[in-house]
Nanobody, 125 residues
Framework: QVQPVESGGGLVQAGGSLRLSCAVS????????LAWFRQAPGKDREFVAS????????YYADSVKGRFTISRDNAKNTVYLQMNSLKPEDTAVYYC??????????????????WGQGTQVTVSS
């Protein structure tokens, strides 16, 4: 069974940075894609960014382009989300998710097969 575990959340001031990590245990395949989603209180879970395990091709939501960077370390089975220039509206629980297949351009929650428990990110103004 594939299980992602997120870490790295916390409290940061607006304009600051955080790096989230997602360590994936269990058997993963080069054809998988990993993604970050986030969910603010009272809102739907929304797509943030995705990356292909094999090619490293990335895809971003417009709201984070130029500020967030997704990357992966295949040897460590870990995906990262570097978040810069954080804004109060980035406050949310951030989830790592995986898909057995290409994830490019796939932004809906229902396209992803396995999920982590989430890590809280709070950006103060």
């Amino acid at each position: 069974q594939v299980q992602p575990v997120e870490s790295g959340g916390g409290l940061v001031q607006a304009g600051g940075s955080l790096r989230l990590s997602c360590a994936v245990s269990g058997r993963t395949f080069s054809s998988h894609a990993l993604a970050w989603f986030r969910q603010a209180p009272g809102k739907d879970r929304e797509f943030v960014a995705s990356i292909s395990w094999s090619s490293g091709i990335t895809y971003y939501a417009d709201s984070v382009k130029g500020r967030f960077t997704i990357s992966r370390d295949n040897a460590k089975n870990t995906v990262y989300l570097q978040m810069n220039s954080l804004k109060p509206e980035d406050t949310a629980v951030y989830y790592c998710a995986g898909r057995r297949g290409s994830g490019y351009g796939l932004v809906k929650v229902t396209f992803y097969d396995y999920w982590g428990q989430g890590t809280q990110v709070t950006v103060s103004s």
